[in-house]
């Protein structure tokens, strides 16, 4: 529900906002930003029947602007050097907006770099995580992931 909130928070800002629309124009050039769609992606692609993890290869991945864009509005939050999905608590146009303007400042010459505003590791580490996180007993990892998120 928070991606489809954030989705419509985007759609009504580049429909009012024209400087907006033409300053985050290069967000869109591969793909249309969907929120929506992403999240669905990144639950039913990536995750797993038990959602304990998914990695990005920052290197090689298509939705790596999408989970930037998504981490630096709340859905991701940082804990320790990964990331926990979350449900962003103060979701706004404003926010929305910032946040799109802060990716699209990453625009170089040859291309946007959104990998510049996350943490990141190697692939091989994250796939060592993503194996702990696996073997882990259930409520254990949950009492864990509450505990760093302060959700206690």
């Known amino acids: 529900m928070?991606?489809?909130?954030?989705?419509?928070?985007?759609?009504d800002a580049k429909?009012?906002?024209a400087e907006f629309r033409t300053a985050i124009a290069t967000l869109e050039m591969v793909q249309r930003l969907d929120f929506g769609i992403v999240?669905?992606?990144?639950l039913a692609l990536f995750g797993n029947k038990q959602f304990e993890a998914f990695v990005i290869d920052v290197n090689h991945?298509?939705?790596l602007l999408d989970f930037v864009l998504m981490a630096e509005m709340g859905f991701f939050v940082l804990t320790g050097?990964?990331?926990?999905m979350?449900?962003?608590?103060?979701?706004?146009?404003d926010s929305v907006k910032k946040v799109h303007l802060k990716v699209a400042r990453t625009e170089d010459e040859?291309?946007?770099?959104?990998?510049?505003?996350i943490e990141s590791m190697?692939?091989?580490h994250a796939r060592k995580y993503q194996h702990l996180l696996r073997s882990m007993n259930q409520d254990h990892r949950l009492a864990d992931r509450r505990a760093l998120l302060f959700l206690d």
């Open 61 to 63: 991945c298509e939705h």
């Open 110 to 117: 040859n291309w946007i770099r959104p990998e510049e505003l």
């Open 39 to 42: 999240a669905t992606i990144f």
């Open 2 to 11: 928070a991606a489809a909130t954030a989705n419509e928070l985007l759609q």
């Open 122 to 124: 190697s692939y091989s």
């Open 86 to 93: 979350t449900v962003p608590a103060n979701l706004d146009t």
């Open 81 to 84: 050097n990964r990331y926990q």
């Open 15 to 17: 429909k009012n906002d």
